[in-house]
């Protein structure tokens, strides 16, 4: 069984930064695209950040120039480093990620990031 579990989310003031972990665990032989998904209060779900297995990266447009997406393939870990952090970044954020078979794709159960003063 496959598990992704984040950490690293909090209560941070405008204008700081907080760095994200998302390791996965379990029976696994090879991962696909990892991705950051965010979702506001009252809002859809939108993704913040992603990275391919050969390391290519997107990222969101609210987003661009402040957070930065990595992962450490020897540890199946994916990192969102998030700077600049504004209060419209509050939100639960998870980790995503397709595993083992393109048609595996699997999700964590959120973190918290409050941005306020």
């Known amino acids: 069984q496959v598990q992704l579990v984040e950490s690293g989310g909090g209560l941070v003031q405008p204008g700081g930064s907080l760095r994200l972990s998302c390791a996965a665990s379990?029976?696994?032989?090879?991962?696909?695209?990892m991705a950051w998904y965010r979702r506001a209060p009252g809002k859809q779900r939108e993704l913040v950040a992603r990275?391919?297995?050969?390391?290519?990266?997107a990222y969101g447009s609210s987003v661009k120039g402040r957070f930065t997406i990595s992962r450490d393939t020897a540890k199946n870990t994916m990192y969102l480093q998030m700077n600049s952090l504004k209060p419209e970044d509050t939100a639960v954020y998870y980790c995503?990620?397709?595993?083992?078979?393109?048609?595996?794709?699997?999700w964590g159960q959120g973190t918290q990031v409050t941005v306020s003063s």
């Open positions: 379990g029976s696994i032989f090879s991962i696909y695209t």
């Open positions: 995503y990620a397709i595993i083992n078979s393109r048609a595996n794709e699997y």
């Open positions: 990275i391919t297995s050969g390391g290519s990266t």
